[in-house]
């Protein structure tokens, strides 16, 4: 039996955030190889749909600015590398009523990041953006660098980029198990073993299977991607609607600017009930009203133009931590590990800096961004 060959790094599962630190890593010259148990750009995680809201006007907290900052140059980065249209700028709206923590934090992480906006008041919200209901007291912070990414083919040109900076990536290639000491990693694929000075854990809603000793409290909680349309189409296209979040009283939704002519996606928010699944394999039973229902509930009090009957609809899942914060760090009980989960419904827009932070910490074991608020350790 040949020796198992040796890596710096190995990356488990290549969405959006191992796909961003495959590309990281393989750009710093490390040996590095990613598993995929599909295809990259496959519709059976959380990174598919054909579009995700970039914005950074972060009502989540300030924390997630450093963050949102090196997303956006990634981001731009690899857009540029690649030559493959990854982002179109359509503006963002956080809409709420005025005072509201949801609308202080937003202007909070635009003013701490430097980031572009303005904050429009109930008259000039309801003039300039008609397609929305009219709510007494709402305002909205708009952002002009906030739209829309393409997550298939932002995942599909990270592992392209990191090919290209010589990683390996083997895909239909489903990590069976993994082995970690403090020296390192064995992982186990189809009968085949590789060795890893570290490993990045970024296996999305099985983030659990293969770290079942660290015990993280992760929820898996289906979540749909959901399509509407209405008479006036070009009213809800990149010129005339940014894409949104809005949390006023009860009505908590997000949406996105019909940039294909399916329709405009709209989603009911955290508040709304969502079924959880025990195992993210469980995810492959047809829509149906419970994942349709909150949308369309939503769609139907927060726009008066648009049909509230869905017109497309395809599964979708997140892996949510309890606080809704990201999981990046080195758990103490396993070293050489990384772990990059638990985005909670909001982390493609920073998937790139995810996966760049989990190299830091693969390579160096320390990265200069500030990661406290997504420790593993504060379960
Ligand atoms: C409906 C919906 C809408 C959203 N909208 C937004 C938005 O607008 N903006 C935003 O920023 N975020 C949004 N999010 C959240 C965002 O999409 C996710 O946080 C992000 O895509 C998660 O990326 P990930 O890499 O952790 O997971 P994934 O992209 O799912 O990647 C995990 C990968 O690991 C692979 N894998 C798992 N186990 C193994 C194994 N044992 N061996 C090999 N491979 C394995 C999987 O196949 C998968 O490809 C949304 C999420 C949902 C569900």
């Not at 906006?117 to 305002?139: F, K, M, N, R």
């Not at 970024?202 to 293969?210: E, N, S, V």
């Amino acid at each position: 039996m040949t020796n198992p060959q040796r890596y710096d790094v190995a990356v488990l599962g290549l969405g959006a955030v191992g796909a961003s630190a495959l590309w990281r890593a393989a750009a710093r010259g490390a040996s590095v190889i990613g598993f995929e148990q599909f295809e990259p750009g496959h519709p059976r995680g959380s990174s598919h749909g054909g579009s995700r809201i970039f914005r950074q006007t972060l009502f989540e907290g300030v924390e997630y600015v450093p963050l949102a900052r090196r997303a956006k140059r990634l981001w731009q980065q690899l857009q540029q590398q690649s030559g493959a249209q990854l982002f179109q700028r359509t503006g963002g709206l956080t809409i709420g009523p005025a005072g509201s923590s949801l609308i202080k934090v937003a202007l909070e992480s635009a003013q701490a990041g430097g980031f572009e906006h303005e904050l429009l008041d109930e008259e000039i919200l309801a003039g300039t953006y008609p397609q929305h209901a009219h709510i007494q007291g709402d305002v909205a912070v708009f952002e002009r660098g906030a739209g829309v990414m393409n997550p298939e083919a932002s995942i599909r040109a990270a592992v392209a980029q990191a090919r290209q900076h010589g990683a390996e990536v083997a895909v239909n290639a489903r990590v069976d198990s993994i082995d970690h000491e403090d020296q390192g990693v064995r992982i186990v694929c189809g009968g085949n073993e590789v060795l890893a000075r570290r490993a990045i854990v970024a296996t999305g809603a099985w983030f659990t299977d293969l770290v079942p000793d660290l015990a993280l409290p992760l929820t898996i909680v289906r979540s749909p991607l959901v399509w509407f349309t209405g008479p006036d189409r070009a009213a809800y296209g990149p010129d005339r609607f940014p894409v949104f979040v809005r949390k006023s009283g009860d009505l908590d939704g997000w949406g996105i600017t019909d940039i294909d002519g399916k329709g405009v996606k709209i989603g009911a928010g955290p508040s709304a009930p969502k079924p959880l699944l025990d195992r993210a394999d469980d995810n492959s039973y047809p829509i149906d009203e419970r994942d349709t229902g909150p949308c369309e509930r939503f769609c139907e009090r927060a726009f008066p133009g648009l049909d509230p009957v869905a017109k497309a609809a395809e599964p979708c899942m997140n892996s949510r931590t309890a606080d809704r914060d990201f999981i990046i760090g080195i758990p103490e009980k396993a070293p050489s590990l990384v772990l990059a989960g638990g985005f909670s419904g909001h982390g493609f827009k920073h998937a790139s800096a995810s996966g760049d932070v989990a190299v830091d910490l693969a390579i160096d074991g320390a990265t200069e961004l500030p990661i406290d608020r997504f420790s593993p350790e504060r379960f």
